[in-house]
């Protein structure tokens, strides 16, 4: 028993935890949790627990596979919103039953994808904006949702529900060690944004994940309902997931620049392996059909692969310079939605952009007052994102045939499925008309 | 994490002993200027006791010096016991950070080596720290603000803990980043700013001014 694991069994002993959640996300970045009692939490620290693999793979399961799921000790936190009954999570690593990695889980592969960087002497490090939408208590599936307030860009709105409910979210955020560096009202009515400090690549993607659920339980406790779907009104902008992004060597932020460029010639060139590989990746920053609706309508989402300095349009934009400030030199993209599988889309940005550095891409001219300027367009829909996707070398390279595999069938699917539906705007535009 | 380095040789086997009895396990340090035992492991251990009787090459002065300036047992709590008839000589009197005068009974050992250690960290004897409404139990793992408990992970544990007892002196990055993680880490020292502002954000208000950030330097904890 390390330090961690006897930090572990103390603190439920202490605390009186009487479950432990046992967290791991399948290939669409969907949170899935098995639970224990405390009595089998020592024999999972040593021996894994053991489960379906194939509730890894989302909708596209085919058989049943055993895996072993690790709970990761460092990740053992006291979730803040269970107060009657105490109830804690680990993150999980997913091995093959002969301790091999599994090839289904994307945590796992962030990490290995990370742990490659660390052997570069690179690490990243990421911030992030999430937007999101409270709705009152959900109709009957389908029904369109009631928004809560009329407010919009940093309103300061009264102290109606949707101010109880940033501030109750930001308690339990930083409850579970996940730091709020800001929270607006978003332009759209019932729509917010919280910007999540900084932090290494791994910590993000899991924090991420635990936002997504404090968020939907801060909401559900005011009788609310959060979501993450990217375009849920059609008349208001939808929610994106821009992301912050800066590389470091040890302690050296490697895209800061003394000189007149926006970024050092390492940060351009990881810049421009990000652009080079961004239609393809798309489908995985975009993984939804809805997606698509948020990236169709403008209002920031960027539908060309550009950047910039200034302009609010482009897929990239890249803060001034400030004096004195090396560590803040970043990225920010902001094709991201926050429904995507954060371990998959930072796993696949840093691989992209490692691969700008290793062979020596040259950054494109900056897009001025949001021109694309000849910059390709990014896909139209999740079927042409998944064309490319599917024939990705980039994408298979990093997260291997089995992960690239079973996304790819997901998203077929949910294509299929869509292809058969009569949707709203089917009676409204024929209808009448045919 | 309760090992106990034994410099000196005259009464080692009993002080072993009653170290041993107190829950430590003694380590002796050969008398040939070294300053680690050799099956002492990397860590720095949670106390020094030097027999200063017969002591010569280093002298008992020397030893404490040395100590005092390596790096990573600088903070070590160095008890200095002295035959009875070593006080009338004055040789190693103000020396250590607690003193001992042979014979001596493990009672009085465990009560030396609390004030040493509290001598130097501030921590008593039940290793429960106590800033204000901030209580910190070394024991269970536990810290409560007001008596509502707090819920760390592990590594935002361990660094609270490595500041509150190590209170109003600064650190540097570098420096946390070998003490707190060892070397079980990459990331370079914003893993240190970054686990500081989550430690910061779950003390709350009352308790996060606490970790000082000097700049271009690192951090210091103010309290106690």
Excluded at chain 1, 94 to 99: G, I, K, L, S
Excluded at chain 1, 121 to 133: D, S
Excluded at chain 1, 319 to 344: K, Q
Excluded at chain 1, 395 to 407: H, N, Q
Aim: glycine fraction near 8%; aromatic fraction near 8%.
């Amino acid at each position: 028993m390390t330090g961690r694991e006897q930090f572990v069994l103390r603190t439920v002993e202490e605390r009186g935890v009487r479950f432990i959640r046992l967290w791991f996300v399948d290939v669409l970045g969907l949170l899935k949790s098995i639970s224990i009692p405390v009595s089998e939490l020592e024999s999972a620290l040593v021996d894994g627990v053991g489960l379906d693999g194939s509730s890894l793979e989302g909708a596209a399961r085919l058989r049943e596979h055993d895996v072993i799921a690790y709970p990761d000790p460092r990740t053992f936190q006291v979730l803040p919103w269970k107060p009657d009954s105490i109830v804690a999570r680990m993150f999980c690593d997913v091995r093959e039953p002969d301790d091999g990695p599994f090839g289904g889980d994307s945590r796992a592969t962030l990490r290995r994808v990370l742990e490659q960087a660390a052997g570069l002497g690179y690490t990243m490090q990421v911030g992030c904006e999430v937007e999101f939408f409270i709705f009152g208590p959900l109709g009957s599936n389908g029904a369109a949702p009631t928004t809560l307030d009329d407010g919009a860009y940093f309103d300061l709105t009264p102290l109606d529900v949707g101010s109880d409910f940033r501030r109750r979210t930001i308690e339990y955020l930083e409850q579970m060690g996940i730091p709020v560096k800001a929270s607006h009202h978003e332009v759209a009515p019932s729509q917010h944004e919280i910007q999540l400090a900084h932090t290494d690549a791994l910590s993000m993607a899991d924090a991420v994940t635990t936002f997504r659920i404090a968020v939907k339980e801060a909401a559900h406790e005011l009788g609310a309902y959060a979501t993450f779907m990217p375009k849920p009104l059609a008349a208001h902008p939808g929610s994106g997931m821009h992301l912050h992004i800066s590389l470091f060597e040890g302690d050296r932020n490697a895209f800061h620049t003394d000189g007149t460029e926006p970024l050092s010639p390492t940060g351009r060139a990881f810049l421009a392996g990000v652009l080079a590989h961004a239609r393809e990746l798309t489908a995985v920053t975009n993984q939804w059909i809805n997606s698509y609706r948020r990236l169709a309508t403008g209002f920031e989402a960027p539908a060309f692969v550009s950047w910039t300095r200034r302009g609010g349009a482009a897929l990239v934009r890249v803060p001034s310079r400030r004096p004195g400030r090396a560590a803040g030199a970043r990225f920010e993209l902001r094709s991201p939605d926050p429904s995507c599988n954060t371990y998959m889309v930072l796993a696949l940005i840093l691989a992209a952009g490692l691969r700008g550095i290793e062979r020596g891409y040259e950054l494109q001219a900056e897009s001025i007052d949001d021109q694309p300027n000849g910059a390709p367009r990014l896909p139209l829909d999740l079927r042409e994102a998944t064309d490319l996707f599917d024939d990705s070398e980039l994408a298979r390279e990093t997260l291997g045939d089995r992960l690239c595999d079973v996304f790819v069938a997901n998203k077929r699917r949910e294509l299929d499925d869509e292809r058969r539906t009569v949707t709203e705007f089917d009676r409204i535009r024929y209808l009448r008309l045919l | 994490m309760t090992d106990a380095w034994i410099y000196g040789s005259h009464g080692s086997e009993r002080t072993s002993r009653l170290l041993a009895e107190l829950g430590f396990s003694p380590h002796r340090v050969a008398a040939n200027g070294t300053l680690r035992p050799p099956d002492g492991g990397s860590r720095a251990p949670a106390l020094a006791v030097i027999l200063a009787d017969g002591l010569e090459q280093p002298s008992c002065s020397e030893l404490c010096a040395r100590l005092a300036a390596d790096d990573d047992l600088g903070e070590v709590p160095v008890i200095v016991a002295l035959a009875s008839g070593g006080l009338a000589e004055g040789v190693g009197i103000t020396e250590g950070h607690e003193l001992l005068v042979e014979p001596f009974s493990a009672d009085e050992l465990q009560a030396r080596i609390a004030r040493a250690r509290r001598a130097v960290n501030g921590i008593d004897h039940e290793d429960v720290v106590r800033v204000g409404s901030l209580e910190m139990n070394l024991a269970t793992y536990q810290v409560a603000i007001e008596g509502r408990p707090v819920d760390f992970t592990y590594m935002e544990y361990e660094l609270l803990k490595f500041l509150v007892t190590h209170p109003r002196r600064v650190f540097s990055r570098e420096a946390l980043l070998s003490r707190v993680w060892g070397y079980d880490y990459y990331g370079g020292a914003r893993t240190v700013d970054v686990h500081v502002r989550r430690v910061r954000a779950k003390l709350g208000s009352e308790h996060a001014a606490r970790i000082k950030t000097v700049r271009s330097v690192g951090y210091r904890w103010e309290g106690t």
